[in-house]
């Protein structure tokens, strides 16, 4: 799913949220973005230490904290965090920041072993007759590696891809992650619950 698509699903999810601040002074601002029937599903709670430059995430879906060490404005926050990749690498603690799945690893590995290493591998190795077979075993061991948060690959797996690239350790890290929805859901949440608030300040000045 592309990142457009993500984020208007993220979009869908909080289409009856209505955003209530709770608190602003010069140091903080709090708000609650919930449905407008009351319910937590989907309910964040935001808080903005603006003097450090912090977002503090909690409720239904999941916990984090981003820190930016500098003085920061809620609408600046809003707009820095459209980039998702920008907004991860400024998250210092979080319940969910990453899922991973076998297929995906597949996927990725393939970016860095190609066909031809796999063959010349099968044909190396006696107990393999093709680079599909090759794979096969691969993919046997990547299964029971992989689980939602986590991919640690077997000594099996290991030992595999060592012959086949023996610099694979810089790059098997980050075979088969992805960004957790939630991240998403997090930064999107903010970013129409001040798109809210800032519409109501102009029909309060209309």
């Known amino acids: 799913m592309q990142e457009k698509e993500i984020m208007e699903r993220c979009r869908l999810s909080f289409k009856t949220h209505k955003a209530k601040m709770l608190h602003e002074d010069d140091r903080y601002f709090i708000l609650d ?38 003085s920061v404005t809620p609408e600046k926050l809003s707009s820095w965090i459209s980039d998702i990749g920008y907004y991860i690498g400024k998250i210092k603690c979080s319940s969910d920041l990453y899922t991973y799945d076998s297929d995906d690893v597949i996927e990725d590995m393939k970016q860095y072993i190609s066909d031809e290493d796999l063959s010349a591998y099968a044909e190396s190795n006696y107990r393999y007759d093709s680079a599909d077979d090759v794979l096969e075993t691969m993919k046997e061991e990547i299964e029971p590696s992989v689980t939602m948060t986590s991919f640690i690959p077997s000594k099996e797996l290991s030992e595999i891809l060592v012959d086949m690239d023996e610099n694979y350790w810089e790059w098997i890290g980050s075979c088969g992650r992805r960004i957790d929805l939630r991240v998403y859901l997090w930064a999107v949440g903010f970013q129409m619950a001040i798109e809210q608030l800032k519409e109501e300040v102009k029909l309060c000045q209309k």
């Not at 599903?41 to 916990?63: F, H, Q």
Request: proline content about 0%.
């Open 33 to 70: 973005w919930r449905r407008a029937d009351g319910s937590v599903t989907y309910y964040v709670n935001y808080i903005v230490d603006k003097e450090r430059g912090a977002l503090i995430v909690s409720g239904d879906l999941g916990e984090s904290i981003a820190v930016w060490y500098n």
